[in-house]
């Protein structure tokens, strides 16, 4: 299996060693939100298949009290997954204009869409960041409009079919994520963040 979600132990020393905000929390419920979604979605299982059979190794750190939620690519080699569990700071900004609140398992899975769009083709991946918009905001926020779209029409909603969850029709408008991801940008430099995760390797 490929697809490994790591310990408490791990994910907080991961954590601490590279300066991230948040805590760990139980692999157990990280296991039981992937499979559970997994038995409901033929979409979603194919997805964890993937990962599962694929050579390379998926890292999934669950952790809460942390305002992001966030998938890192490092290089050609390795990827973690790291899922906010508490998404109550989303959620919270959902209830406010009345749009839908994001599932945590749907939000996991999402993350795990661009593991695969990492492991099908590490470079296409980079060449997606390089190709995206550089005028529009999805780019100037800190996220990549090509890798969105690629993973809402491929992954996300092909799994919100199977579930029948509504989809959002654009990676900014499922709940005010766009609002969001601006106000905590301002707070974020992102690719010191990146690199200071990416130069420790995951072991
Ligand atoms: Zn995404």
Same mark, same amino acid.
Do not use: I, L, W
């Given at each position: 299996m490929s697809l490994q979600i790591s310990t408490e132990k791990e994910t907080n020393s991961y954590l601490k060693n590279n300066g991230l905000p948040g805590e760990a929390v139980s692999a157990a419920q990280a296991t039981s939100l992937l499979t559970d979604l997994a038995s409901r979605s033929k979409s979603a299982a194919a997805l964890k298949s993937y990962i599962d059979l694929h050579e390379k190794t998926i890292r999934v750190m669950f952790f809460k009290n942390c305002p992001w939620i966030m998938n890192i690519a490092f290089d050609a080699e390795a990827m973690a997954v790291m899922c906010n569990v508490d998404v109550t700071a989303y959620n919270k900004e959902a209830k406010t204009k009345g749009t839908l609140e994001v599932p945590l398992d749907l939000v996991l899975y999402h993350e795990l869409g661009h593991a695969k769009q990492f492991l099908e083709d590490p470079a296409a991946f980079k060449r997606m960041e390089h190709d995206a918009? /550089?005028?529009g905001a999805l780019k100037r926020d800190g996220y990549y409009a090509n890798i969105e779209n690629d993973n809402l029409k491929r992954h996300e909603w092909p799994i919100c079919d199977d579930i029948q969850f509504p989809r959002r029709g654009?990676? /900014?408008?499922f709940c005010p994520m766009g609002d969001f991801i601006k106000k905590k940008r301002a707070n974020l430099n992102w690719n010191l963040v990146k690199n200071a995760v990416a130069q420790q390797a995951l072991k």
């Open positions: 918009d /550089t005028s654009s990676y /900014t408008d």
